[in-house]
Each structure stands twice: as C-alpha cells, then as structure tokens.
C-alpha cells in the first residue's frame, strides 16, 4: 500500500519474460531467403508489452527495423522510437543490437518507479536526455541504478550482451535472485 510501481519480484517476472521475446526477435537466426537477419523492435515501452493471461507478450511492429549484421546494421529515414524510451543511437537513425535493451532499461525504471528518468518530460526535453546521458536513476537503490546505467550507456557495445543478461543483472542487484 503507498507504493509506486509494480513491485520489484513481479515486475523482474514480467521483464524477463519480456527480455526473452526481444533477444529471440534480436537473434541473427530469422531467415525470409536472403540470410540470416536479426530484428530490431525500435519501439520497446510499457504500452507493448501486453499481459496477457499472467504472461507478457511484445507487441506492435510498426517501427521494427530489419537487421542485416553483415551490411552493418539498419538504416531508416524517420526516428525510430517514441521520444520517452529510445535509445540515443535510434535518434540518429541507425538503431543497434542493443537498442531495445535500452528502451527496456528505460520501461523498467518508469515500471519499478511510476517516473520515467528525467525532469523534462517534453519530446524534446526526452531526446536530450537520451542523446546526452542526462538520465536520472535515483528512484531506486544505488545497486539497481548501476545496472541500468550500464544497460544505457551512449556507447551501444558496452551494454549488456543481452535483454536477459539485463534482468539477471537486475534481479541480483535488487535481491530477488
């Protein structure tokens, strides 16, 4: 009674159920006949994550981005994302293979908090943040708030290898496991 957020041992439930449809989506392993490719999301916030019967689902692939890794990544000719949960990398149209871990690091805090991790709530006061690393995670314990700093590095490649290993890395920081 009083708190904000879904409390932390539900909520882990649901990001890892969550974290294990990206990565799949995320995999070089989906093939339509002109190779292997991985798929970017680009739109990975509370509103697409459905739950549906105690489970998750990802949902809605409007913004989802074809990734073939031996052409170096995805371009596109509009944002990819909505301004509140997209990664830094999406804004300049060249979404990565951990830009939709970004976008659930994001979802987690507002999930855990009830807040999103910055003051400016405008559009453009959301892409500044992302493009600047201005993100506050002071809502959560400090343990908590380093495991999503990491997962929203400007820096694509020193995040985490996976959405999973994410949730791991947040379940223990945060006690449940």
């Known amino acids: 009674v009083g708190e904000r957020g879904i409390p932390v041992e539900q909520l882990l439930t649901y990001m890892e159920e969550a974290a294990k449809g990206i990565d799949f989506l995320n995999a070089d392993s989906h093939d339509l006949g002109d190779g292997l490719f991985a798929v970017q999301h680009c739109d990975i916030k509370p509103d697409n ?4 019967g105690g489970s998750v689902m990802v949902c ?3 913004l ?3 990734m073939f890794r031996s052409e170096g990544g995805a371009r ?3 944002i990819p994302g909505s ?3 997209i990664a830094p990398e999406c804004i300049d149209q060249c979404p990565s293979s951990t ?3 970004y976008s659930l690091a994001i979802s987690y805090y507002e999930l855990r908090t009830g807040e999103l991790p910055f003051t400016d709530h405008t559009p453009l006061g959301a892409l500044d943040a992302h493009r600047s690393g201005g993100l506050n995670f002071d809502h959560v314990p400090a343990a908590e708030a380093e495991v999503l700093k990491k997962a929203t590095s400007l820096k694509p490649e020193e995040r985490y ?3 999973v290993e994410l949730v791991r890395s947040l379940q223990v920081a945060s006690g449940v496991k």
């Not at 994550?49 to 549906?52: E, F, G, P, S, Y």
Request: charged share 10%; proline share 5%.
């Open 83 to 85: 301004p509140a949960y």
């Open 76 to 78: 596109s000719t509009s």
């Open 60 to 62: 809605d692939f409007g």
């Open 99 to 101: 830009s939709d871990q």
């Open 64 to 66: 989802a981005h074809l």
């Open 161 to 163: 290898s996976s959405c």
């Open 49 to 52: 994550m459905l739950l549906v």
